[in-house]
């Protein structure tokens, strides 16, 4: 021997195979890691489907979650899953489209779909509510634009339905989530939450477009009068939404 180890070897060859060695099996850990959540695939009717991709569904791992609020463990039961939906599919072709077969304003089924979601209010990194009512913190002010408390809230059908009384807020974010409005004794009453980007600020009311005025005794309400859990904000934006088709009938039909 002449002592001589790597005289046939391409040093620099061996480290580029070997990234891109480390590269693939970096892709490969990534994409499985990205299936812990709404996997295994299934089909429209609930079945698990048999195709679930080039890359295996990675083993179940637990999660502790912050605050003292359990464990989840993913791959697992779809813990937001709902199998209550009141609709029919139009075709036995996966893909065809469904069609609602109750009242879908109420059912929380097409552009008003909601999901399962914890009922508890979403928290920041020191364990407190991130949506609270600007009227229940004094650091808080409307710096620009129309303040809206106080303007009359009309929805789609041009009836004022109510009042403004607040502004909830993302405190960490520091931005309104939602406008909070009184409604009129003979729209059913009570305080109602509306998200911000499904209303618009007018000179004179804070318009509503999606829903009527009969739609407004519907809108799903809050446990707590300071608070908004994961649940209750779903179901409340699901129903704006919903109605952004489903409040009149002539929304069903091709748009001029």
Same mark, same amino acid.
């Given at each position: ?63 502790? !979650? +912050?605050?003292?609020? %359990?464990?989840?463990? $993913?791959? /697992? ?6 199998? *209550? ?65 106080? !303007? +009359?809230?009309?929805? %789609?059908?041009?009836? $004022?339905? /109510? ?6 807020? *993302? ?70 939404? %919903? ?14």
């Amino acid at each position: 021997m002449d002592g001589t180890i790597f005289g046939n070897i391409d040093l620099a060859s061996v480290a580029l195979w070997g990234f891109y060695g480390f590269f693939a099996l970096l892709i490969y850990y990534l994409q499985t890691e990205n299936m812990r959540e709404g996997y295994p695939l299934e089909n429209d009717n609930g079945e698990t489907a048999a195709n679930q991709g080039p890359f295996p569904v990675p083993n179940p791992k637990t999660f502790k !979650l +912050p605050h003292g609020r %359990g464990e989840v463990t $993913v791959p /697992g039961p779809d813990r937001q899953a709902r199998t *209550d939906l009141a609709l029919e599919q139009t075709g036995v072709i996966n893909g065809l489209p469904f069609e609602p077969t109750g009242d879908p304003m109420m059912d929380g089924v097409g552009p008003g779909a909601w999901a399962a979601r914890q009922d508890h209010p979403e928290l920041d990194g020191k364990g407190h509510p991130k949506i609270i009512p600007m009227s229940s913190v004094d650091t808080f002010r409307v710096s620009a634009g129309r303040d809206p408390r106080g !303007l +009359p809230v009309m929805t %789609g059908d041009n009836v $004022v339905v /109510g009042r403004v009384t607040d502004m909830w807020i *993302d405190e960490p974010e520091q931005l309104v989530r939602y406008f909070a409005y009184e409604v009129d004794a003979e729209f059913g009453g009570g305080t109602k939450l509306v998200a911000r980007e499904m209303a618009r600020i007018k000179s004179n009311h804070l318009k509503i477009r999606s829903i009527y005025s009969h739609n407004v005794k519907g809108i799903p309400t809050q446990k707590s009068a300071t608070t908004v859990t994961l649940l209750e904000e779903e179901k409340i934006q699901a129903y704006y939404g %919903g109605g952004t088709l489903y409040a009149d009938p002539s929304r069903l039909e091709p748009q001029a």
